[in-house]
């Protein structure tokens, strides 16, 4: 079936460092991929999507490539805040049973320290 | 600003009580949403509704139910509430043919 495996965590980084979180995928079909990131206290946001094989998402100096070759969708920013520390979850669409539903990852804690 | 609105922040409640979680959304979205957020486990969808009266399973409806009577508003429903149902709750709203998601900040359920 459709699923999102992502690196358990807790992330812990000094503030300036760089983050990878990874995303791996298995899904039948071309689904669209995203990443959502949770702030403490706080529901799901957005933070960037890919709809096809190759494209970039960016936001926030966050960025993700939808790699097909390797059904990966890793989460990387160069210099990490404290602000940043969060809850990220990854998640894919696919269109299943007649609706479009989001799969998600089991999320992935990061902590940064100044 | 859009928005989903969950009327509780955080809920206690005794077993064996029913229990019911609000949303309300002003998107005039389709779509709705309930997930249930257990650490190490994600996101698990409860069930959801594509239009006014019409509701589907999700992956683990066990022991809820769900009500739409109108389109801004979705309801969870624990019949009996269970120690095993103590989690985060979240809904989330959609338009009909997309997947971009707006949630709401999440019911925290303790069932003692």
């Known amino acids: 079936g459709n699923s999102v495996t992502q690196m358990e965590g807790p992330v812990t980084l000094s503030e300036e460092a760089f983050l990878t979180i990874n995303c791996t995928y298995t899904a039948t079909g071309y689904p669209s991929l995203f990443w959502y990131v949770q702030y403490p206290g706080e529901g799901l946001q957005l933070l960037l999507k890919?709809?096809?094989?190759?494209d970039k998402g960016s936001n926030k100096g966050f960025e993700a490539t939808y790699r097909k070759e390797t059904t990966s969708f890793h989460l990387e920013k160069g210099s990490v805040q404290v602000s940043d520390s969060a809850v990220y979850f990854c998640a894919l669409s696919m269109f299943s049973g007649g609706y479009n539903k989001l799969i998600f990852g089991a999320g992935t804690r990061l902590a940064v320290h100044p | 600003d859009v928005k989903v609105t969950q009327s509780s922040r955080y809920l206690v409640k005794r077993t064996g009580e029913k229990v019911f979680l609000e949303c309300v959304q002003d998107m005039d979205h389709e779509n709705m949403f309930w997930y249930r957020q257990d650490p190490g486990l994600g996101l698990r969808l409860i069930y959801f509704s594509y239009d006014v009266k019409m509701k589907e399973k999700g992956d683990i409806p066990e022991g809820y139910s769900v009500s739409r009577e109108k389109k801004e508003r979705f309801s969870l429903i624990l019949e009996s509430a269970s120690t095993n149902q103590t989690s985060m709750y979240l809904c989330?709203?959609?338009?009909?043919?997309?997947?971009?998601?707006?949630f709401g900040s999440g019911t925290r359920l303790t069932v003692v």
């Open positions: 989330a709203s959609s338009p009909a043919t997309t997947t971009f998601y707006t």
């Open positions: 890919a709809t096809k094989a190759d």
